[in-house]
């Protein structure tokens, strides 16, 4: 292992592994040759194990991706730990909490199904973002600069009803999204004058997520 900057934390560091952009648990073995990986500190990737294996979970438990040949694959390992007894609790969380949407953007283009989940979950946008940290670094814009935050969201109506929202949402639709390892993973990204970078990012073909990189004070990225 080489020494290298972490992407997260930013510190310089003596070892330094790769991340996989998505989480390892989603893409599934063998790894995808377009694989993404961008580079982390141990710790870091270390802190970001319970939540991933969280998102594979929620995905996973989701039917409109239950289709998809890594989903089919990927599903025996959330189905098996679910069975066990301690986890009844856990699988339960999933089923009920998570409906799902059909978004079209204000012009018209479909776009996907957003998750909407019945409570806000931070562990889940907490993974979008750190996804977001990983896409802006593959994108080569570096080291998200100090100042600036990194906010995930699940689209719901108030979100699609506001204006600067609308604008992005379009311009996302209108470009051919980056899609990696069997559609696992599509992304597209658009830059904005106002030194935000803004990310539309979809699993498996169908659930969508917006993000947004920018300075704190940027509209876009008020809760
Ligand atoms: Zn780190």
């Given amino acids: 292992m080489a020494r290298g900057v972490c992407i997260y934390c930013k510190q310089e560091k003596k070892k330094i592994t790769r991340d996989h952009v ?25 802190n970001f194990s319970n939540d991933d294996q969280y998102f594979r979970d929620c995905l996973m438990s989701m039917r409109i991706v239950e289709n998809h040949p890594v989903v089919k694959k990927q599903r025996k390992k959330t189905m098996r730990g679910f069975r066990r007894k301690e986890s009844l609790g856990y699988a339960k969380e999933f089923i009920s909490r998570v409906e799902l949407k059909e ?55 108030e979100v699609l009803n506001d204006e600067n929202i609308k604008i992005v949402l379009n311009e996302l639709a209108s470009i051919n999204p980056r899609i990696v390892g069997d559609d696992v993973l599509a992304y597209s990204m658009v830059s904005t004058p106002e030194n935000r970078t803004a990310f539309m990012i979809r699993f498996y073909g169908k659930l969508l997520f917006f993000a947004v990189i920018g300075p704190e004070s940027d509209l876009l990225l008020g809760s």
């Fill in 103 to 157: 978004v079209h953007s204000p012009g018209g283009v479909y776009l996907g199904q957003f998750p909407v989940f019945t409570t806000d979950d931070n562990r889940i946008l907490d993974t979008i973002t750190r996804i977001a940290k990983g896409l802006y670094y593959e994108e080569g814009k570096g080291l998200i600069p100090d100042g600036f935050i990194t906010t995930a969201r699940f689209i719901r109506q």
């Fill in 22 to 46: 998505p989480p390892q648990g989603l893409l599934g073995k063998p790894l995808p040759k377009d694989t993404i990986t961008v580079p982390s500190c141990r710790g870091c990737n270390q």
